[in-house]
């Protein structure tokens, strides 16, 4: 019955296309479609073989060794601000290794957005607080504050009880309380190396222009962590976070570089990022109506200092800093591409004054059209373009040899583009010990091109659509495990 009803849609279409007159432009669009996926992996190698040329330079200049000790007076303090929604089974360790990071002056606040499970008792229990008489100046808008409280045992270390409002009103809250002119945001499933901060505060020391920097982003899943501490980096078990952590690698080591390099980078993740705090309340703070309130952020400081004529950076931290806890099973990682997709969406859609302006440099003229056009776009025409050739070969229209270039193209260059990343990491940081990993890293490589880029696209194209019909943005529940990570 089924292939019955695809044997009469297949005619129906034919017979529509050949009244319309449109089979001589079929060949055409297939060899098009190629085109576009020529562009989108020749970009991305290109920013592979630009971050080369950087993390060499940077290896080279011994960027990665640690500030003297004699450094330390010289270290602008730094708030770390937490903000936390249902996040009993990692807040405690996350907390933990906060708070024993090597950093000569620092405050940690976690933002209680209004969670519905244990988390705030979770951090009364562990971190001894009590209701605190501070107040908190109101410089970015926030939902109600509830109540503020100061742990006995850690002076550091202030906790936030807000009505829930979503992250970007969690971080503004943590903004209005923090006391320093820097501030790091952190996600509540994180793991920081002890060094991190040392490690990121580089720029700011080097660049007086410097306004943001971010860091690597690793997965946590299947590393041993106690009481805060990262003691071994080992892959996961399972398969999904290990096709995962090809993808940030990917994504985060190289692509992030090789935007930064020129002055271009348009987003730094939530996971860990450090800003100027008069910059950022200077722009308005963290915007609610967006649930990609990290890279709309960068936009909107990109095109504040663009448009203003005002020298700046924004730069991306090579070293592996931030450990974090991936998504284990499809429904949950569904749900976080989906967000991501949106938040691009937005993030673009509400600086669009930025693109091709005349003030924009490589920012409004390379990274914001290969964002658009690649990233935000590429998932509708990926899952389009396969849709178009398996309908071309049924109707008798296909090119073979479109066919041959379109699978060489979206799968043979998407795996030299995940291998190369793979190649360079291995010879600027590698993490993971023994061929094995490494083997098993490669063989990921190769797997992520049959089916999970796949799944991939077709959930960022329900973000495109679900941003296109402007339903309403929500976080939803991110389904933490939490395994990783031992307090005892």
Not at 166 to 193: E, H, M
Not at 214 to 235: E, H, S, Y
Request: aromatic share 10%.
């Amino acid at each position: 019955m089924a292939n019955d009803w695809l044997q009469q849609s297949i005619d129906l279409t034919h017979q529509w296309i050949q009244q319309l007159d449109l089979a001589p432009w079929l060949v055409p669009l297939q060899w098009l479609l190629v085109g576009y996926f020529v562009c989108l992996s020749a970009g991305y190698l290109i920013l592979n073989l630009v971050a080369l040329l950087v993390m060499r330079s940077h290896i080279q200049s011994a960027r990665t060794e640690l500030l003297p000790a004699s450094y330390a007076s010289f270290l602008t303090p730094i708030s770390v601000l937490v903000p936390a929604y249902n996040e009993q089974e990692t807040i405690a360790s996350s907390v933990l290794s906060l708070l024993q990071l090597t950093y000569p002056e620092y405050e940690v606040i976690v933002i209680n957005d209004g969670s519905k499970d244990e988390t705030l008792q979770v951090l009364k229990d562990s971190f001894a607080l009590t209701l605190s008489s501070a107040t908190c100046p109101l410089r970015l808008p926030c939902q109600q504050i509830r109540g503020i409280y100061q742990s006995s045992r850690y002076p550091n270390l202030k906790v936030i009880d807000k009505a829930n409002g979503g992250k970007a009103d969690a971080l503004n809250a943590g903004v209005n309380l923090s006391r320093f002119p820097l501030f790091c945001g952190v996600d509540a499933d994180s793991i920081l190396q002890r060094d991190s901060l040392l490690r990121i505060i580089r720029p700011f020391l080097e660049d007086p222009n410097a306004i943001a920097a971010g860091g690597t982003v690793r997965i946590a899943n299947g590393c041993q962590v106690k009481d805060g501490l990262l003691l071994k980096a080992a892959l996961p078990n399972k398969l999904l976070p290990q096709l995962q952590i090809v993808e940030y690698l990917r994504g985060f080591l190289f692509g992030r570089l090789g935007w930064s390099s020129l002055n271009a980078l348009l987003i730094i993740s939530g996971a860990f990022g450090l800003f100027k705090k008069d910059l950022v309340i200077e722009v308005g703070g963290y915007r609610h109506k967006t649930i990609g309130e990290d890279m709309e952020l960068v936009v909107r400081m990109h095109k504040h200092m663009r448009l203003n004529n005002r020298k700046y950076r924004i730069y991306f931290i090579p070293d592996p800093v931030c450990w974090t806890e991936a998504p284990e099973d499809l429904a949950t990682l569904a749900q976080q591409r989906v967000r991501w997709q949106r938040g691009l969406l937005e993030s673009l859609s509400a600086n669009m004054s930025l693109l091709f302006h005349r003030k924009s440099g490589a920012v409004g003229w390379l990274a914001f059209p290969f964002a658009l056009l690649f990233e935000a776009l590429g998932p509708a025409l990926e899952v389009l373009g396969y849709l178009f050739m398996l309908f071309t070969w049924l109707a008798g229209w296909l090119d073979p040899a479109a066919l041959v270039a379109f699978l060489v193209v979206t799968i043979g260059f998407g795996i030299l583009i995940s291998v190369v990343a793979l190649v360079l990491e291995e010879m600027s940081y590698p993490v993971y010990p023994g061929g094995r990993s490494i083997m098993r890293l490669f063989l990921m490589a190769v797997l992520e091109n049959f089916g999970y880029r796949q799944l991939n696209s077709w959930w960022r194209l329900k973000g495109l659509w679900l941003w296109a019909r402007n339903s309403k943005s929500t976080w939803g529940t991110m389904k933490r495990s939490g395994k990783w990570q031992n307090t005892k």
